[in-house]
């Protein structure tokens, strides 16, 4: 019994021990070998302008083998900056432990520096008196650790044509040898398909995937492949939950407040194309 609670003891000062870094310019952002990266289907997130950077341990590289779950070395770090009116407000930061771990944080900003968010997450009041929730760590969970890699903007579909300059510069192995000339993409009969699929991919895939949240609706895509196609039940639904923010219904459920017009726009064009 006592050997028990001095063994929990100690993983608990060991997991406190590989806590990320109290300040955000500890986490190594702006240093060497930090590359920005862009996702091509955006997750909306109430109009904040975003900037992301991934850093991977010198001479290492990300293993493509499963197309739609890359495996990431040991050290990859990788980070997130949310700005309102042109000022950053958060750096979200994630960091894969020796353990296998995916360690995850955010940092409000204060003047030069940001400073770690409490694990509960942290609502802040931002001038001109707009509210901004900080999600809290069981929220980052929610979206990034279930889901087929918990990386989800640096991965094929959404790099896709950048992906052949990422196979040039060796970052990645066991991808399919044709990546180096045409990027990973999945099937769409056209650009609207296109468009629509590839948002709720970014915008939903991330927990409607099989294995996901219980429900039969299924929007994350896979490399090489058409949609599930949709029911016009689901097609119904889809757009009436996310053109809400009702708490008991919008989708998706956590990170928004605001619905994302332009977005919703762009699917009811595609769902209903005699919609203007
Ligand atoms: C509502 C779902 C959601 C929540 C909650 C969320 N994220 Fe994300 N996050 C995403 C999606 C989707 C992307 C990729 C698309 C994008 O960046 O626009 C992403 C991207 C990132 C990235 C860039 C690396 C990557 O996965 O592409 C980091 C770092 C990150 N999030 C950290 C966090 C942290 C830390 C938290 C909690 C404080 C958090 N996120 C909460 C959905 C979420
Ligand atoms: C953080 C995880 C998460 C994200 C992201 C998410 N959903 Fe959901 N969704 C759920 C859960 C959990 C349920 C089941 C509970 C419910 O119906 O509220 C659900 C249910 C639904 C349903 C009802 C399906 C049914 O068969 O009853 C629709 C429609 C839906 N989501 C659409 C979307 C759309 C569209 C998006 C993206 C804009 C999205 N969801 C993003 C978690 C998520």
């Not at 028990?4 to 993983?11: E, M, Y």
């Not at 590989?18 to 862009?38: C, D, K, M, N």
């Not at 923010?245 to 407040?257: E, I």
Request: charged fraction near 20%.
């Amino acid at each position: 019994m006592q050997r028990l609670a001095l063994l929990l003891l100690c993983t608990a000062a060991l997991a406190a021990r590989a806590e990320l870094p109290e300040r955000l310019s500890q986490t190594g952002l702006g240093g060497p070998g930090v590359r920005v990266f862009e996702p091509r289907f955006a997750l909306w997130s109430d109009g904040a302008t975003k900037r992301r950077w991934i850093a991977l341990p010198p001479g290492t590289q990300v293993d493509a083998g499963q197309p739609d779950a890359w495996r990431f070395p040991v050290g990859t770090r990788l980070w997130k900056e949310f700005s309102v009116d042109g000022r950053p407000v958060e750096t979200r930061h994630f960091r894969l432990a020796a353990d296998g771990r995916w360690e995850m944080a955010s940092y409000v900003w204060d003047g030069a520096d940001a400073l770690r968010a409490p694990a509960r997450g942290q609502v802040l009041t931002l001038p001109g008196g707009r509210r901004y929730d900080v999600p809290s760590q069981a929220d980052c969970m929610a979206c990034h650790a279930g889901a087929r890699s918990p990386v989800l903007g640096f991965a094929a579909l959404q790099l896709g044509p950048a992906v052949p300059a990422l196979m040039r510069e060796g970052l990645l192995r066991n991808a399919p040898a044709a990546w180096a000339w045409q990027g990973p993409d999945f099937v769409a009969a056209d650009p609207a398909e296109h468009a629509a699929r590839g948002y709720l991919h970014g915008n939903c895939g991330h927990c409607h995937f099989d294995g996901g949240v219980p429900v039969p609706l299924r929007l994350a895509l896979d490399v090489g492949r058409a949609p599930a196609p949709l029911e016009a039940d689901q097609a119904a639904a889809l757009l009436r939950r996310a053109g809400t923010r009702n708490p008991y219904q919008q989708m998706p459920p956590l990170g928004s407040r605001a619905v994302d017009a332009q977005g919703l726009a762009l699917l009811a064009h595609h769902l209903n194309p005699e919609n203007p």
